[in-house]
């Protein structure tokens, strides 16, 4: 089973819950191996909280195109195909710009020549690792590299089949978080009680509603604004997963990388069960990977 | 006239603070655009209640859409997509068909190109919608990216250059810019030639990591950068190691902003923490501005 957690707006808390019920379920859910996958390969968070001993590391790269001078008769017809502008072809040998490239690989297959082959352009840092039972993967994204997909694709190539995948998305609602949630079985939209959560709140559940995946939404820091996101989900049938008070106690261990469940009694057993009533939601039975 | 000077304000880590500084800067500056580049979430127009004058849709890149009349089932297009956007959606008595995700797509032409019988349409996709609105505290640039949408780099490049043009015609001498988390394609999009980027952080671990990674992507690309830490008596021996490291960076420490939960509320009533009476973050606010216009 794959639970993604996401969010709209940045900050509400994607990664102590994702970390936190990881943590929750290995402990105490016995034949249930836990994976987690930080997709969130701009800013991963989640090794600062599960303190990983990284035992593989990676590079991930895109196909871009590698020009052979010798062959290239400037016929142009890569250029002219290319939607990203990432070979351009001016009736000379063509240029290349490979920070533009999606690795489609469609010049390659045009040149009439065969002469366009393909090298790697490194995007970032694939790391996979170990904490406790908890098996851990997460990308690096190059600094000022500006495409992330391709390295959360790669990441997502460690989904496990059997027992529980779960996956930190990053913020907002663009491509990235949709290669991050893609495939999953169910969603947690992380959400605050404030305007600016509710407003991203929206924006998500359209998001979750195109790609047709069942999820629910938890409040967090749940008592410090108004009523307004527990109305929207009671107006639009989205259940309230779960609601979390705000409070100084887990703040400060968050500050200083430590798990919330250490710090708050009972919040174990309140993630255990949360998982439990996912699980249920999606139809499937507590017992299916035994 | 000279040229309009651009703040950029990030974080790295997202829910720092971004959207409630630029709502407070909004209302503290002086003759000025504001231009939300966070358009996957854009949040600033709930504070500043915009009043719409101009809309117009955003194209960008194409999607690909076999026309089932024509295909012959002969699946070229699934061995050639590297992005898994071919669907094979049944396989009735030996019968193939063939259909392609829009969500996965990423508009590269390859099955429309390699398509035998041309059966493979290209049109251009509308992934959002973007606005020149009035507010109270003067012209706004903002869009909104369509729910599961690419090109957000795009629609970013695309309000920058609106907020210019408005800086320019107006007279206008600095356009304020409210920016989108992480390191990616729109953070880079909204900070390439800006003039100051402002770097908002709390502190926390995550904060810490992701302030090393955004100051990182800011000297990459040369831009001057100064550092605000947000709710920075949430633990101070964090916040005094961030500001250590900015200094070493040469990075300006721009100003520190307590814990206040009158911040909060003030986004529940819709205003700015400055305009909030009582807000303490809200006179650490005034500071911070005033120590941003000294830079600028």
């Known amino acids: 089973m794959i639970i993604t957690i996401a969010s709209g707006k940045g900050g509400t808390g994607k990664t102590t819950v994702a970390t936190n019920l990881a943590v929750s379920i290995s402990s105490s859910i016995d034949n249930t191996p836990v994976w987690v996958l930080d997709c969130d390969v701009e800013e991963p968070n989640c090794h600062l909280f599960l303190k990983p001993e990284i035992y593989t590391s990676e590079a991930v790269g895109v196909p871009?195109?590698?020009?052979?001078?010798?062959?290239?008769?400037?016929?142009?017809?890569?250029?002219?195909?290319?939607?990203?502008?990432?070979?351009?072809?001016?009736?000379?040998?063509?240029?290349?710009?490979?920070?533009?490239?999606?690795?489609?690989?469609?010049?390659?297959?045009?040149?009439?020549?065969?002469?366009?082959?393909?090298?790697?352009?490194?995007?970032?840092?694939?790391?996979?690792?170990?904490?406790?039972?908890?098996?851990?993967?997460?990308?690096?994204?190059?600094?000022?590299?500006?495409?992330?997909?391709?390295?959360?694709?790669?990441?997502?190539?460690?989904?496990?089949?059997?027992?529980?995948?779960?996956?930190?998305?990053?913020?907002?609602?663009?491509?990235?978080?949709?290669?991050?949630?893609?495939?999953?079985?169910?969603?947690?939209?992380?959400?605050?009680?404030?305007?600016?959560?509710?407003?991203?709140?929206?924006?998500?559940?359209?998001?979750?509603?195109?790609?047709?995946?069942?999820?629910?939404?938890?409040?967090?820091?749940?008592?410090?604004?108004?009523?307004?996101?527990?109305?929207?989900?009671?107006?639009?049938?989205?259940?309230?997963?779960?609601?979390?008070?705000?409070?100084?106690?887990?703040?400060?261990?968050?500050?200083?990388?430590?798990?919330?469940?250490?710090?708050v009694p009972g919040l174990r057993e309140t993630f255990m069960d949360l998982y439990f009533r996912i699980k249920k939601m999606c139809g499937q039975q507590h017992n299916e990977e035994a | 006239m000279k040229k309009p000077k651009e703040l950029v304000v990030i974080s790295g880590k997202g829910g720092t603070g971004k959207t409630s500084l630029v709502a407070s800067f909004a209302v503290l500056a002086k003759n000025k655009v504001m231009a939300d580049c966070d358009v996957d979430a854009a949040d600033l127009h709930l504070i500043l209640k915009t009043n719409i004058r101009h809309r117009e849709i955003f194209k960008a890149g194409k999607r690909a859409i076999i026309r089932q009349k024509d295909c012959t089932g002969c699946g070229l297009c699934l061995t050639n997509c590297r992005f898994n956007a071919v669907k094979m959606i049944q396989e009735k008595k030996g019968e193939k068909i063939f259909s392609i995700d829009p969500i996965s797509c990423e508009g590269c032409g390859v099955c429309v190109h390699f398509c035998p019988q041309e059966a493979i349409d290209f049109p251009e996709n509308v992934c959002g919608e973007w606005f020149i609105s009035d507010t109270r505290c003067g012209p706004m640039v903002h869009a909104k990216l369509g729910a599961a949408e690419e090109n957000s780099g795009k629609l970013v490049s695309l309000v920058r250059t609106q907020a210019k043009k408005i800086a320019d015609e107006h007279g206008q001498n600095l356009i304020i810019i409210d920016g989108s988390p992480g390191i990616g394609c729109p953070v880079i999009a909204s900070i390439t030639g800006a003039d100051l980027v402002l770097v908002v952080t709390e502190p926390t671990l995550s904060g810490e990591h992701d302030f090393k990674r955004v100051i990182s992507l800011t000297e990459h690309f040369n831009i001057p950068a100064a550092l605000c830490i947000n709710k920075f008596d949430l633990n101070t021996s964090i916040t005094e190691r961030i500001e250590k490291e900015a200094q070493e960076k040469n990075i300006i420490l721009a100003g520190r902003i307590r814990y206040d939960k009158e911040v909060t509320y003030a986004q529940v009533e819709e205003k700015a923490a400055v305009e909030y009476n009582s807000s303490q973050a809200g006179e650490d606010i005034k500071a911070l501005w005033e120590k941003l216009k000294t830079i600028l």
């Not at chain 1, 290349?96 to 009439?112: D, M, N, R, V």
């Not at chain 1, 978080?177 to 407003?199: H, M, Q, R």
């Not at chain 1, 069942?214 to 989205?238: H, K, M, T, W």
């Open chain 1, 64 to 263: 871009v195109p590698k020009v052979d001078k010798e062959k290239c008769t400037a016929c142009g017809k890569c250029g002219q195909f290319c939607e990203y502008s990432a070979i351009v072809a001016l009736k000379t040998v063509p240029i290349t710009f490979p920070e533009l490239c999606h690795g489609c690989g469609g010049c390659s297959l045009i040149c009439p020549e065969g002469a366009i082959s393909e090298t790697k352009r490194r995007v970032g840092m694939l790391e996979k690792g170990q904490s406790g039972d908890i098996g851990f993967v997460h990308g690096r994204l190059r600094v000022g590299e500006a495409m992330s997909p391709p390295l959360i694709r790669a990441v997502k190539k460690f989904v496990f089949k059997k027992g529980l995948t779960l996956i930190d998305a990053p913020p907002g609602t663009s491509c990235p978080v949709i290669e991050a949630i893609k495939g999953s079985d169910f969603v947690i939209l992380v959400t605050e009680p404030t305007p600016f959560g509710l407003n991203d709140l929206t924006l998500a559940v359209d998001m979750v509603k195109q790609l047709n995946i069942p999820f629910g939404v938890l409040i967090n820091r749940a008592d410090i604004g108004d009523n307004r996101v527990s109305e929207y989900c009671q107006a639009e049938g989205i259940p309230i997963l779960l609601q979390i008070p705000d409070n100084r106690k887990i703040a400060e261990a968050y500050s200083r990388g430590m798990m919330i469940v250490d710090v």
